[in-house]
């Protein structure tokens, strides 16, 4: 178990291009989808928590997601499999391809790859959509989080805090009628 | 032996006070490695941020793998990773801990009832983020939609979907 979880981090760690947001829909694919090792719901609260604490949201999740399956074992063998490919593969860079950094090719690979994030990114977003159930107000709340992301440079750490504090208020409200 | 010791503490600094991902640590890196410690040129630091985005993995962790490496050889390429990568471990251990034992409270349900519609909309904000440099002509835009039409749609598998852009790339540019 700890092995195949330690491969299918390594997996992860390898194919994401473009940083953090760019690892969900292969985690969400390798994981949920496929080994089913944690669900949609569980997934989302494991984004919220690793968005809301220090360090690079694609390793918190890795670390909170690896505790979930299998405990500290787990969140070890996660965090390696996430981490090692970067390492070995900007070693490898720093070590012998440093003087190739300008290539026609590799400039012409990224030109279609960067797309292909966006579109990842998005069909992540719609699957989780389709099975979160979200009535139309908690989609207006999501839809409200894109504008105020997208046109205020507020952190999304503040709308993280602001949502917990919401859930309370309204099903506290909700409990007493 | 000292500058690896400096190096763990720089690259531990920046693991904890870095949050929101990857690029947040930018700034932060900045100040510490060049600023303060003076181990590199800035020149030499935009060099490492381009290689980070076009390597796979999370931005933080190639750009301290690359400085650690620059700084002290594959010994400092290690230490700065681990060390950059620790303080989430422990913030996240602590977390997870803290969540597993007030699961059976009603509120820590509430309190994420509330933030999963926040997560979807943070989700697709950094797609949209990510589109305002992706999206350079109509060709890029294609390439987007066949691919969320295949995964979406078609099942087809995420990481081949990468892999098949990349062939795209070079086929159309």
Known sequence: MLFSMFITFFKIGAFTFGGGYAMIPIIQEELVDKKKWIDDDEFMDAIAVAQGSPGPVAVNTSIYVGYKIKGLPGAISATLGTVLPSLLIILAIAMFFYQYRENAIIDKVFLGIRPAVVALILSAVYKMMKKSKFGYKRLLISLGTVLIIVFFSISPIYLIIAAGIGGIVYNKVKVKE | ?173
């Open chain 2, 1 to 173: 032996m000292e500058k690896l010791i400096k190096l763990f503490i720089s690259f531990f600094k920046i693991g904890a006070f870095s949050f929101g991902g990857g690029y947040a640590m930018l700034p932060l890196i900045e100040e510490e490695i060049i600023k303060v410690r003076g181990w590199l040129t800035t020149t030499e630091f935009i060099d490492i941020v381009a290689i980070s985005e076009m390597t796979p993995g999370p931005i933080a962790i190639n750009s301290a793998t690359f400085l650690g490496y620059k700084v002290a050889g594959v010994l400092g390429s290690i230490v700065a990773t681990v060390a950059v990568v620790l303080p989430s471990f422990i913030v996240m251990s602590i977390l997870y801990h803290f969540i597993v034992k007030f699961k059976n409270t009603p509120y820590l349900e509430w309190v994420f009832t509330g933030i999963r519609p926040v997560v979807l909309g943070l989700i697709a904000a950094a797609a949209v983020s990510v589109a305002k440099s992706a999206f350079i002509d109509i060709k890029s835009v294609i390439i987007a939609g066949l691919l969320f039409y295949l995964v979406s749609f078609k099942n087809f598998n995420a990481i081949l979907g990468i892999v098949l852009a990349g062939l795209l790339g070079v086929l159309l540019y």
